[in-house]
Nanobody, 125 residues
Framework: VQLQASGGGLVQPGGSLRLSCAGS????????IAWFRKAPGKEREGVSC????????YYADSVKGRFTISRDNTKNTVHLQMNNLKPEDTAVYYC???????????????????WGQGTHVTVSS
C-alpha cells in the first residue's frame, strides 16, 4: 500500500486543519491506520489511530477532545480533523500502517512499515 498525506499548513492558535491520508495499491479499510507527528527536538509521537473492521478510534492524551480520526472508504482515505490547534501541535504529520500493525489503547504504537511522505503543520500567530 502507498500512502500520501496532505492538508497541512499555517494556522493561528485556535484554528483548524483537516489532514488526509490517501491510499493506493490496497484498500485502507483492511488496515489499522495511525497518524504520527514529529516536532523539532522532540521524539516521534503517535497522535491517533483507527482500527480495521470495528473502526475503533484512539487518541494521545495531548489531542483528546480536539482531534478526530475518521475513514472515508469511498475515497480510500483516512482524515484527521484537528480543532483548537495549539503552538505545541506544530510538527510534521505522517500517516502509517502495515498489514500487521495494530492500534493500541495506550497509544504506545510500534513502528509501521509503510509511511506517507509527511505534511507540515505550523500553529503560530
Amino acid at each position: 500500500v502507498q500512502l500520501q498525506a496532505s492538508g497541512g499548513g499555517l494556522v493561528q492558535p485556535g484554528g483548524s486543519l483537516r489532514l488526509s491520508c490517501a491510499g493506493s495499491g490496497s484498500t485502507l479499510e483492511y488496515y489499522d491506520i495511525a497518524w504520527f507527528r514529529k516536532a523539532p527536538g522532540k521524539e516521534r509521537e503517535g497522535v491517533s489511530c483507527v482500527s480495521r473492521r470495528a473502526g475503533t478510534t484512539y487518541y494521545a492524551d495531548s489531542v483528546k477532545g480536539r482531534f478526530t480520526i475518521s475513514r472515508d472508504n469511498t475515497k480510500n482515505t483516512v482524515h484527521l480533523q484537528m480543532n483548537n490547534l495549539k503552538p505545541e501541535d506544530t510538527a510534521v504529520y505522517y500517516c502509517a500502517t502495515d498489514p500487521v500493525f495494530f492500534c493500541r489503547d495506550t497509544m504506545e504504537l510500534p513502528t509501521p512499515d509503510y509511511w506517507g511522505q509527511g505534511t507540515h503543520v505550523t500553529v503560530s500567530s
